[in-house]
């Protein structure tokens, strides 16, 4: 069977399979709302919330849009802080609906710097909303999200965070964080298939939300909470995928989320000592590394391309590449979901082999 190494999809747990093999049922129907409210509840302790929770049928990417339409109105300032690709993409969408993005990025590979943050916050006033990544599966960097929110809430702003591949994994408890809306997606540690994203939304952001002006209506919360309250959603949802994370959150109630969370700590320090263990270097400041994704340097002659095509094809371990700038500077190996320290040995032993024949010089 293939070794599925990328930071999402994942792979699955049988139990969440055989759940996807279920005839349909009625999506506005008594047994689809009972499965809505054990969701619901299992997500609000899984998010560490009392603030709502919505499932949304789309991507992750959906869920930040409904994010910035649900809480902004065009030529609201933001303060993007991006350390990465899906950082850019977030104040991208922002911009593109309106938003004054004021940018402030941070060298790839590297956390983002909390002092900056509150100077840019000083430096503009008039800034409504913070926008940034908590884990950024592009580098591999997991920030500092307590320091930066504590700042954000000083300054008495909302937070918009995507947490899209560290909810669920790495401890992001929501309302001590003062994260007004938190955005994660189903294909990432929640061993369920891609199709869903799932969204808190905090006081603060309904009260940001009966002011926003951007246009919304697929992704509007108001629309979400109404249908949430008969255990629907407003549109026809991704009817099996729901099945799958309805049977995924049960078995993660089961393990209980501070056993989870040291899980990925262990599997993350198993992948990030494995591949040093070979000589290779890490490509993110190991301070804040992540524990769903790692991200190894092209150093000493390697071919990417060439190691994944041989992992893959020799050795039916998949790895991600780089993105966009880091497209051939980075191989990513995805840690997250139904992840054990056994899924990771294969893949370091893997490497010992393939890395002289894709050019690796110790
Ligand atoms: C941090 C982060 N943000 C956003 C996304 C986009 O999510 P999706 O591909 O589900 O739209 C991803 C997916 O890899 C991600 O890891």
Redesign the pocket.
């Known amino acids: 069977m293939e070794n599925l190494r990328i930071?999402?999809p994942t792979p699955l747990p049988d139990e969440t399979l055989q759940a996807m093999t279920k005839q349909m049922i009625n999506h506005r129907g008594a047994e689809f709302g009972q499965m809505m409210n054990g969701i619901t509840a299992n997500l609000k302790q899984l998010f560490q919330t009392k603030g709502d929770v919505f499932l949304l049928t789309g991507?992750?990417?959906?869920g930040?849009e409904a994010a910035i339409v649900n809480t902004l109105s065009p030529g609201d300032k933001v303060l993007s802080v991006a350390i990465g690709v899906?950082g850019e993409?977030?104040a991208a969408m922002a911009e593109q609906f309106g938003a004054e993005v004021i940018p402030l990025r941070f060298e790839w590979g590297r956390a983002a710097d909390v002092d900056a943050v509150r100077r840019a916050l000083q430096a503009e006033p008039k800034i409504k909303a913070v926008l940034v990544?908590h884990?950024?599966?592009s580098t591999s960097v997991t920030n500092d999200l307590a320091s930066i929110s504590s700042v954000v809430k000083e300054f008495d702003k909302l937070l918009l965070v995507?947490a899209?591949?560290s909810l669920g994994s790495i401890n992001l408890p929501v309302d001590d964080w003062h994260c007004d809306v938190t955005v994660t997606?189903s294909?990432?540690g929640w061993m369920a298939p891609?199709g869903l994203?799932m969204v808190s939304v905090s006081q603060k952001a309904w009260q940001a939300h009966s002011k926003a002006r951007m246009p919304r209506f697929y992704w509007d919360f108001t629309r979400a909470k109404n249908y949430l309250e008969r255990g629907q959603t407003p549109w026809t949802p991704a009817v099996s995928t729901v099945f799958a994370l309805s049977v995924a959150l049960e078995m993660m109630q089961k393990e209980g989320l501070s056993n989870i969370i040291a899980r990925h700590a262990r599997v993350g320090k198993t992948v990030r000592d494995g591949v040093k263990s070979l000589g290779l270097s890490l490509f993110a400041d190991e301070n804040y590394a992540s524990n769903t994704v790692t991200a190894v340097a092209a150093t000493n002659g390697l071919d990417i391309k060439r190691l994944r095509k041989i992992m893959s094809e020799e050795h039916q371990i998949v790895l991600a590449g780089g993105q966009q700038k880091l497209d051939g500077k980075i191989f990513r190996i995805g840690h997250l979901g139904w992840v054990t320290e056994d899924d990771i040995t294969p893949v370091i032993s893997a490497l010992k082999v393939v890395l002289p024949q894709a050019g690796f010089k110790q």
């Open positions: 930071p999402g991507s992750g990417t959906g930040l899906f993409r977030f990544t884990n950024e599966t995507d899209i591949s997606g294909q990432k891609p994203a």
